[in-house]
């Protein structure tokens, strides 16, 4: 059985998983929602369906599949607005909504100066990684694919984006002052935004100049120090083998944090999204670097060498 559909699978049990344990946490732990907050989820939740018909409408027809992706930097910003206006804008939520707008602008200006923005809105850069396993063998006959586009692309993605912002949701008649908990939930959430902002700018050069180089007509193996191996290990990239993945999976938990600012506990059950979320990056990141296994020769040390996610020991060129 090839990786990358061994990787969806796991991820597929996990997911499951997941949706099964998520309500439980709802039952047994946190509180409950009251009669506003359950007329706001209402509301969110005819949103992402919205948004979930079109991204398989739209992706079906245009054969591109990255819709969602162009969503979701977004729909969390759109969530979190909403929830703070019907909340009364209190000084918590307004905070974590202004956070969410920062974290939603850097990654749309990342994904638009990709491609992925066209006027005709069907159009745009796809993310490669849905081509490749689109194209594999695997999900034939068709049918397969467009039950995958329909449950995990469009469905399930649409529901962990709202359910990232569930922390604002379960805040919404939380009244204690903003503590010292909630300044440590904003300097962290912050902090990881810039972070992530760091790390993609050093990808963006780094491509940007690799690829300027392989336009002249030079092949990848004649390119100069640090191009020649393809794949950034310079910068962040030299002590994490994803450190965007790493701070997108930080920056919704430190989003949570602001529920133990408003005395929700140390565990509540809007923790579910941070945790689907990083079982979503758990499965991305292995399928990503099953690709770049399969283009470059020596990803298979640098994997050794460095940790996936949190930052460690610094990678040594040969």
């Known amino acids: 059985m090839p990786d990358s559909i061994m990787n969806v699978k796991l991820v597929g049990s996990l997911i499951a998983l997941s949706l099964v344990a998520c309500p439980l946490l709802y039952v047994f732990v946190g509180p409950s929602l009251d009669a506003h907050q359950v007329e706001t989820l209402k509301l969110l939740l005819i949103i992402a369906s919205c948004s979930a018909a079109f991204c398989f409408t739209v992706g079906e027809l245009s054969s591109n599949n990255s819709q969602m992706d162009k969503l979701w930097s977004i729909l969390p910003v759109v969530y979190t607005w909403i929830i703070a206006l019907r909340g009364g804008m209190t000084v918590r939520l307004v905070v974590m909504a202004v956070l969410v707008t920062l974290w939603g602008a850097r990654l ?47 469905l399930y993605q649409n529901v ?34 810039v972070y992530e902002t760091v790390a993609d700018e050093q990808q963006w050069a780094f491509q940007s100049a690799k690829w300027k180089l392989i336009g002249e007509g030079r092949r990848l193996e004649t390119l100069p120090h640090p191009y ?83 930052p460690g020991r610094k990678y040594v060129s040969e």
Request: contains cysteine; positive net charge; glycine residues 10%.
């Open 108 to 154: 749309t200006f990342n994904f638009a100066r990709k491609g992925a923005y066209r006027l005709r809105f069907w159009e745009g850069t796809e993310d490669y990684r849905w081509q490749v396993l689109r194209s594999s063998g695997s999900f034939s006959p068709r049918w397969k694919w467009v039950a995958f586009d329909f449950f995990f692309i469009s």
């Open 160 to 193: 962990l984006v709202l359910m990232t912002t569930f922390p604002a949701l379960l805040l919404m008649n939380v009244s204690s002052p903003f503590g010292a908990v909630d300044w440590i939930a904003a300097v962290l959430m912050l902090g990881f935004i």
């Open 228 to 310: 020649d191996k393809g794949f950034n290990t310079s910068g962040l990239w030299g002590v994490s083998r994803h450190p965007n993945y790493f701070a997108e999976q930080a920056v919704w938990c430190s989003f949570y944090v602001f529920t133990i600012g408003g005395g929700c506990g140390l565990i509540n059950w809007s923790i579910a999204g941070a945790l689907l979320l990083i079982v979503l990056f758990m499965g991305s990141s292995a399928f990503a670097e099953e690709i770049s296994a399969s283009k470059y020769p020596e990803y298979g040390r640098y994997c050794s060498m460095v940790s996936k996610f949190i």
